[in-house]
């Protein structure tokens, strides 16, 4: 069973990112946005390993690691939204956040590098702290990974590499973009791999534990592979797969499954977070447009 307190977790980033791809229906939201939905227990799984010198670079689809590791809804939907309070005044939006030990890109690939850079700082000053770099299946058709991973095995460096495979790039099938596996290929180089493939929370961490503090312990990379799933569109409403594969995702939901199973706690704690983001939704909207400066 998971704790109300991380059910709280998981549950508020669904419904931040349900109330993201509401608000763009209503025409309150620009650009674009990707959610996380279906895959939010990778965050939340992997936040509480972390200590608070780490550095998390995330990548479009960063909701919920921010989420997952600074429960700060409003200052992500003033970013978000352009209004004030927001995490970067605005001028980052939805794919480039920025905060001490968190930082996320659009760019695909552009991170893994960056975040064997911070890890490579983290070693040469002896800070025991790790980079922990979020990635999808697709990014790993990015030139630049392999370089920062070949210089990440090299030099030894305390970076977490972790991959939500979800099985499909944008629009295209991983068994389409993907030669080979994500093992071999951190085999390759010698890194350790980690598979999980469930989605408990609590158990996930306990199959996890030793290997990220190995990494941290004695500095080395460690790539960590989730199997999950994505529930919602690409991005805001572009969901390219066959009528059959989002009834697939759907019978997949951690979310559903565990409402069948803990239907008193879940029905609880879900109102509790719906109720959380509704009054966010409202405090932020009510906020003026953001005034950027440089500073
Ligand atoms: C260098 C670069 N190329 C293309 C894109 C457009 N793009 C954004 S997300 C995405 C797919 C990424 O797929 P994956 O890594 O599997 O992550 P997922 O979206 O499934 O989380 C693409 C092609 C981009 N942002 N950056």
Not at 31 to 50: F, N, R, S
Not at 236 to 264: H, Q
Request: with cysteine; proline share 4%.
């Amino acid at each position: 069973m998971i704790d109300d307190d991380d059910l709280r977790r998981l549950l508020t980033i669904r419904h931040f990112e349900r109330r993201l791809l509401s608000l763009f229906d209503e025409g309150e939201l620009s650009g674009t946005t990707h959610t996380c939905l279906g895959q939010e227990y990778v965050a939340v799984a992997i936040a509480p390993l972390l200590e608070p010198a780490d550095v998390v670079v995330s990548n479009h689809r960063g909701h919920g690691h921010y989420l997952a590791r600074y429960d700060d809804p409003a200052g992500l939907l003033a970013e978000i939204m352009g209004r004030e309070g927001g995490l970067c005044q605005g001028v980052g939006g939805s794919q480039h956040l920025y905060r001490e030990g968190f930082l996320t890109s659009g760019v695909q690939g552009q991170t893994l590098p960056l975040a064997a850079g911070i890890a490579l700082r983290h070693r040469q000053v002896g800070a025991r702290a790790l980079a922990v770099v979020f990635m999808g299946d697709g990014t790993w058709g990015e030139g630049a990974v392999y370089e920062a991973l070949n210089m990440a095995a090299l030099w030894r460096l305390p970076l977490v590499v972790v991959v939500e495979n979800n099985g499909i790039a944008q629009s295209t099938p991983a068994p389409e973009h993907l030669a080979g596996g994500i093992a071999e290929r951190a085999a390759a180089f010698g890194i350790a791999h980690e598979l999980v493939t469930g989605d408990d929370v609590d158990g996930i961490r306990v199959q996890l534990r030793a290997a990220v503090q190995k990494a941290r312990d004695a500095p080395a990379p460690l790539v960590v592979e989730f199997r999950t799933n994505r529930l919602g569109p690409h991005s805001k409403g572009d969901d390219a797969r066959p009528a059959e594969a989002v009834a697939e995702a759907r019978a997949r939901d951690w979310g559903a499954a565990y409402a069948g199973r803990f239907p008193e706690q879940f029905e609880r704690v879900d109102l509790e977070a719906r109720e959380r983001i509704d009054a966010v939704v409202a405090d932020v909207r009510r906020r003026p447009l953001s005034a950027w400066g440089a500073r």
